[in-house]
């Protein structure tokens, strides 16, 4: 599986993930500068968490504007994978690729702790190495988490099977809707979410919940 990382300024989880993809893939990933608009052929390509430009205005808003968002948005057009983790999902939702946005965490603090995710969403090419109703626990770190969509949007995401993952019971960070924590597409070639799971792919650093999303793209894409 080859993969590629966009840098923006102030993203600061792009070598946790390009160190996690190649541990799994044993190929390194293009890494890709927010002003390139060209990016090589790739199976997947990962937004990484980050305070991309200070999160000024909003959060993920002026990275949506960067040259390379419009090649992203081409490819996963054409069905090429993108996962968005942390800003990298606030991202997604300010280039309209995925619903939705991410507020202010409800109780307007940042948020840095381990947390339990149920596996709501088994057949996608994300998720399809865990089981559904697995729980799961990845790192979140952040203070914009909080998910928030229309009635319409939330009923859709319900209805079609796009909650990807939702925080285990009491175990909600940031007051989401739903308790969502993770989002397909209707295509469901891009996942949005606010935990890690870069961060969890080796015991020795935290532990390996994450490595099952890495395997389930390897196998889906081959």
Not at 76 to 85: Q, R, T, Y
Not at 116 to 127: D, I, N, P
Not at 149 to 157: F, N, R
Not at 170 to 181: K, L, Q, T
Request: charged share 20%; with cysteine.
């Amino acid at each position: 599986m080859k993969s590629a990382v966009v840098i923006f300024p102030a993203s600061n989880c792009d070598r946790d993930a390009a160190v996690a993809l190649e541990q799994m893939t044993g190929k390194k990933p293009h890494l890709i500068w927010h002003a390139d608009s060209d990016i090589p052929d790739v199976d997947l390509i990962v937004l990484p968490g980050g305070f991309s430009y200070g999160d000024y205005l909003r959060c993920g808003a002026m990275a949506s504007q960067s040259p390379v968002m419009r090649t992203v948005k081409e490819r996963a057009e054409k069905g090429v994978s993108v996962l968005g983790i942390c800003n990298g999902f606030q991202i997604l939702t300010e280039t309209h690729l995925l619903p939705g946005a991410l507020m202010r965490n409800a109780g307007l603090k940042f948020v840095c702790r381990p947390v339990g995710l149920a596996v709501c969403e088994a057949q996608s090419r994300f998720t399809r190495r865990y089981s559904s109703g697995q729980t799961v626990v990845f790192p979140v770190a952040h203070g914009e988490g909080n998910y928030t969509a229309d009635d319409d949007t939330l009923k859709a995401l319900e209805a079609e099977g796009r909650i990807a993952f939702r925080y285990a019971e009491g175990d909600n960070p940031n007051g989401s809707a739903h308790d969502i924590a993770g989002i397909l597409n209707e295509k469901r070639n891009v996942l949005g979410l606010m935990p890690h799971p870069e961060r969890v792919c080796d015991a020795l650093i935290g532990g390996t919940d994450g490595r099952a999303m890495f395997e389930s793209l390897i196998e889906a894409i081959g």
